[in-house]
C-alpha cells in the first residue's frame, strides 16, 4: 500500500514538473515574440521615415 502511494505521489510531481516546465518554455517563447514584434514595428518605423525624407532615393 505504501509503496504504491510513493509510485502515485512521485507521477503526480512528474506531472507538476512538466507543467511548469511547459509553462516557462511557452512564457519564454510569448516574451520573444513581443520583443521581436516591436523590433520588427521600430524598423518599420524608421523605414518609413528614411523613404519620406528621400534618404533612399537614388536619382
Known amino acids: 500500500m505504501e509503496r504504491s502511494r510513493n ?3 512521485t507521477i503526480r510531481l512528474g506531472y507538476i514538473l512538466i507543467s511548469v516546465l511547459i509553462g516557462c518554455i511557452a512564457y519564454n517563447s510569448f516574451y520573444e515574440w513581443q520583443e521581436i514584434e516591436a ?3 521600430d524598423n518599420l518605423s524608421s523605414t518609413y521615415k528614411c ?3 528621400g534618404a533612399d532615393n537614388k536619382q
Open 7 to 9: 509510485f502515485y505521489k
Open 39 to 41: 523590433l520588427e514595428l
Open 51 to 53: 523613404n519620406f525624407l
